[in-house]
């Protein structure tokens, strides 16, 4: 059987239901693809100023942590490094 200018049958509405068939694949592509890039790259950097929910810093809660005293000297400064990096 032969269709002519139709698409399966369809007519100009098949050609229109493939081409916005088309946008929304290439669409979803390119989605996935940006916040695939996104989840993998993190947030940036990490610093010091990050804030909890609370509002407190990494660094803030660890000073508190050194002064009621659960944390000895050595741990202090360690961990203090690792945020400051």
């Known amino acids: ?3 002519g200018q ?3 049958g ?4 098949g050609w229109l239901l493939g081409g916005l068939m088309m946008l ?3 669409g979803g592509i390119i989605a996935l693809v940006f916040f695939a890039i996104r989840a993998f790259s993190g947030s ?4 010091v100023s990050k804030q909890t929910n609370s509002g407190e810093s990494a660094l803030d809660i660890l000073k508190k942590r050194y002064a009621r005293g659960e944390i000895s ?3 202090y400064e360690t961990i203090r ?4 990096t």
């Open 10 to 13: 369809l007519g100009w509405s």
């Open 24 to 26: 929304l694949f290439w």
């Open 6 to 8: 139709h698409m399966f």
């Open 81 to 84: 490094g690792d945020l400051e």
């Open 1 to 3: 059987m032969w269709w």
């Open 73 to 75: 000297k050595e741990e």
């Open 44 to 47: 940036g950097s990490r610093t």
